[in-house]
């Protein structure tokens, strides 16, 4: 079945220092991606989305980088700063009538100052 | 403008009983889906409304129900609660197209079932 997934559920950076959080998906029909933040007693909040004809798009301070080949994705954070401390979540859509997002278990980010 | 809006935030039922959740979507969203949020499985799709008609649907069992209402609100219940119900429930809304404006989530309503 499809499933997306992180590789590493937490992450402990400097102030300052560029951040890489990685996701891995297996449903080959995915078409959309999202990044999501979520702050402790939020709802997720949209961060940056990329579509499967680009493999790489930019935001400000962010970046997320498609490889369909090896079905990865990752969101780059540069000059992290501490209210970027949250949770990422990864999420795909297989697009067509399919409405759903399917999300990752999350990476814990946590900026030290 | 104003975001997605989830009431109550905060609901304790005992096992047994039944709850609704509301959402009210942004203005001229007409598409409403509903998440399960659990430590343990995550952020799970429960289902997804437009136009007061249901278009996808979870695994979940049918004590989870939902509508949508003409003015696009939506409602969502849980009968017969199970002390595994206890979970964040988050409302995200988007256009007709969610690849157009993405998914917009409010702030959830969190059950804690008793």
């Known amino acids: 079945g499809e499933s997306v997934g992180l590789h590493l559920p937490t992450l402990s950076v400097q102030e300052g220092d560029n951040s890489i959080i990685n996701c891995a998906y297996s449903n080959s029909a995915s078409d959309y991606f999202i990044w999501y933040k979520q702050e402790s007693g939020k709802g997720p909040q949209f961060i940056i989305d990329i579509r499967s004809n680009m493999d790489k798009r930019q935001g400000q301070r962010v970046t997320v980088l498609l490889n369909k080949t090896v079905k990865h994705l990752s969101l780059q954070i540069a000059a992290t700063q501490p209210g970027d401390s949250a949770v990422y979540f990864c999420?795909?859509?297989?697009?067509?009538?399919?409405?759903?997002?399917?999300f990752g278990k999350g990476t814990l980010l946590t900026v030290n100052p | 403008k104003a975001g997605v809006t989830q009431t109550p935030r905060y609901l304790i039922k005992t096992r047994g009983q039944q709850v609704t959740l509301s959402c009210s979507p942004i203005s001229g969203h007409r598409s409403v889906s509903w998440y399960q949020q659990t430590p343990g499985q995550g952020l799970q799709f429960l289902f997804e409304?437009?136009?007061?008609?249901?278009?996808n649907k979870g695994n979940f069992p049918g004590r989870f129900s939902g509508r949508q209402f003409s003015n696009s609100r939506s409602e969502m219940n849980v009968s017969t609660l199970e002390l595994g119900d206890s979970a964040l429930y988050l409302c995200?809304?988007?256009?007709?197209?969610?690849?157009?404006?993405?998914?917009?989530f409010g702030s959830g309503t969190r059950l804690t079932v008793v």
């Open positions: 999420a795909e859509n297989s697009g067509g009538s399919n409405y759903k997002l399917t």
């Open positions: 995200a809304s988007s256009s007709v197209d969610p690849r157009t404006t993405g998914y917009t």
């Open positions: 409304y437009f136009s007061e008609t249901q278009r």
